[in-house]
């Protein structure tokens, strides 16, 4: 009976190490990136430990036998499964998939800003045959990090048909705008002084704000830090102002996303799966960088490039660098006395409270409920329309969701 019992400890302490040795290799690549090992020797060392504390696991799963032909057939079984494993983690993590990327083609209108802070942005300007309106609008996309300037700038036209001058940029690190080697560079803070450079650079004393999603929550974090340079601004399906909501996983590159049921796996997999915007947990060199961005993000950067992880994940490091709220957020937009228009749709991907939030925080704030189409359709255009022009918009003051609304409470 001991002897049973000593065999079951020493297997569930076996199969223990077993399910932390990728914790511990990890572990190890984030400690000797931390120091600055440069990216072969701090992921030949993850992998080292890797492979010798699933060693250690193997050796207490497999009872030693006593007969000499046993222990050398455990010996092989052993060393074949240790082999077999620490070969294929080896290739998934050092192999970088081949770059099938390729810079998106320039659309029409195509231009870029050299602005102050040192960001390179992509952008397009849709000119009115007449311009009748003073103040010009700035739209600002989602994600973070993923853009779509031909789509946006294509929608837009009709804003510019009334008469006002608009611009649709690819923010810092999406789409065609220039990427970072620090990944730390990207942020909050960093997109709302890019904005500021852009009205400066435009020459417009104020601006016309339309964000959608993460573009929303730029443009109240703007609205907050510079005031009196918003004439309006519209919030459609707004991110979280404090950035804590977990948001629907986000469009991933058709041929990286998986298929097929859900795997049990580690809380770190199951953690990084959920950062990245994963059904299912990825991939050893994906696990790698994400324990990277954590430790030290310019080490995820040096390896793995901007395409290959944009490949995997649609929106690269731009929409997984943090972005937390910047100090006086709430109180900047108390203060705030530009109109606002919060913009919720019936498939809206984010929370109903986080728009019930906004409409909380900015004293001069209103909510459209927009029952049909899409955020590029007719009726989010006349919406849109109305508000900037200072038509009436049918407003919505419910408490909660309309009846039919379909997206997270």
């Given at each position: 009976?001991?002897?049973?019992?000593?065999?079951?400890?020493?297997?569930?302490?076996?199969?223990?190490?077993?399910?932390?040795?990728?914790?511990?290799?990890?572990?190890?690549?984030?400690?000797?990136?931390?120091?600055?090992?440069?990216?072969?020797?701090?992921?030949?060392?993850?992998?080292?430990?890797?492979?010798?504390?699933?060693?250690?696991?193997?050796?207490?799963?497999?009872?030693?036998?006593?007969?000499?032909?046993?222990?050398?057939?455990?010996?092989?079984?052993?060393?074949?499964?240790?082999?077999?494993?620490?070969?294929?983690?080896?290739?998934?993590?050092?192999?970088?998939?081949?770059?099938?990327?390729?810079?998106?083609?320039?659309?029409?209108?195509?231009?870029?800003?050299?602005?102050?802070?040192?960001?390179?942005?992509?952008?397009?300007?849709?000119?009115?045959?007449?311009?009748?309106?003073?103040?010009?609008?700035?739209?600002?996309?989602?994600?973070?990090?993923?853009?779509?300037?031909?789509?946006?700038?294509?929608?837009?036209?009709?804003?510019?048909?009334?008469?006002?001058?608009?611009?649709?940029?690819?923010?810092?690190?999406?789409?065609?705008?220039?990427?970072?080697?620090?990944?730390?560079?990207?942020?909050?803070?960093?997109?709302?002084?890019?904005?500021?450079?852009?009205?400066?650079?435009?020459?417009?004393?104020?601006?016309?704000?339309?964000?959608?999603?993460?573009?929303?929550?730029?443009?109240?974090?703007?609205?907050?830090?510079?005031?009196?340079?918003?004439?309006?601004?519209?919030?459609?399906?707004?991110?979280?102002?404090?950035?804590?909501?977990?948001?629907?996983?986000?469009?991933?590159?058709?041929?990286?996303?998986?298929?097929?049921?859900?795997?049990?796996?580690?809380?770190?997999?199951?953690?990084?799966?959920?950062?990245?915007?994963?059904?299912?947990?990825?991939?050893?060199?994906?696990?790698?960088?994400?324990?990277?961005?954590?430790?030290?993000?310019?080490?995820?950067?040096?390896?793995?490039?901007?395409?290959?992880?944009?490949?995997?994940?649609?929106s690269g490091y731009a929409?997984?660098?943090?972005?937390a709220a910047p100090d006086?957020?709430?109180?900047?937009?108390?203060?705030?006395?530009?109109?606002?228009?919060?913009?919720?749709?019936?498939?809206?991907?984010?929370?109903?409270?986080?728009?019930?939030?906004?409409?909380?925080?900015?004293?001069?704030?209103?909510?459209?409920?927009?029952?049909?189409?899409?955020?590029?359709?007719?009726?989010?255009?006349?919406?849109?329309?109305?508000?900037?022009?200072?038509?009436?918009?049918?407003?919505?003051?419910?408490?909660?969701?309309?009846?039919?609304?379909?997206?997270?409470?």
């Open positions: 009976m001991r002897a049973l019992a000593r065999r079951a400890g020493r297997l569930l302490t076996g199969l223990a190490i077993l399910a932390l040795s990728p914790i511990a290799g990890l572990a190890a690549l984030a400690g000797m990136a931390t120091i600055g090992a440069p990216p072969d020797v701090f992921a030949i060392t993850g992998l080292a430990v890797f492979a010798s504390v699933f060693f250690l696991g193997l050796l207490l799963c497999v009872p030693r036998p006593r007969p000499v032909w046993g222990r050398w057939l455990r010996a092989l079984a052993i060393l074949s499964v240790e082999a077999a494993v620490v070969w294929q983690v080896t290739a998934a993590t050092l192999h970088a998939p081949p770059d099938a990327s390729a810079p998106p083609p320039a659309v029409a209108g195509q231009r870029e800003w050299r602005l102050a802070t040192g960001s390179e942005l992509a952008y397009v300007r849709l000119t009115p045959k007449r311009a009748t309106r003073p103040d010009p609008v700035v739209f600002l996309h989602g994600g973070p990090g993923t853009a779509d300037l031909a789509g946006d700038s294509a929608f837009l036209a009709g804003l510019s048909a009334d008469g006002y001058t608009v611009y649709a940029y690819d923010q810092l690190g999406a789409g065609r705008s220039a990427r970072l080697t620090d990944p730390r560079g990207y942020g909050l803070p960093r997109d709302v002084a890019d904005l500021e450079a852009i009205r400066q650079e435009i020459g417009a004393r104020r601006l016309i704000l339309i964000g959608h999603d993460y573009g929303a929550r730029l443009a109240a974090a703007y609205l907050a830090e510079h005031p009196d340079q918003v004439a309006k601004a519209v919030l459609t399906s707004p991110a979280p102002l404090d950035g804590q909501e977990a948001a629907s996983p986000l469009p991933l590159n058709p041929s990286a996303t998986p298929v097929g049921p859900p795997e049990t796996t580690s809380p770190l997999a199951s953690e990084a799966a959920s950062l990245l915007g994963l059904s299912r947990p990825p991939s050893p060199r994906l696990l790698t960088v994400y324990t990277l961005l954590r430790a030290d993000p310019q080490a995820a950067h040096a390896f793995a490039g901007d395409r290959e992880v944009e490949a995997a994940y649609g929409g997984l660098a943090q972005r006086g957020l709430r109180r900047g937009l108390a203060a705030s006395t530009a109109p606002a228009l919060i913009v919720k749709g019936v498939h809206d991907r984010r929370t109903w409270s986080a728009a019930a939030d906004y409409r909380t925080a900015l004293p001069r704030a209103e909510l459209a409920y927009v029952a049909t189409g899409s955020y590029r359709g007719k009726p989010y255009l006349n919406v849109l329309r109305a508000f900037l022009a200072g038509r009436p918009v049918r407003t919505y003051d419910g408490g909660g969701p309309p009846p039919g609304y379909l997206g997270p409470r």
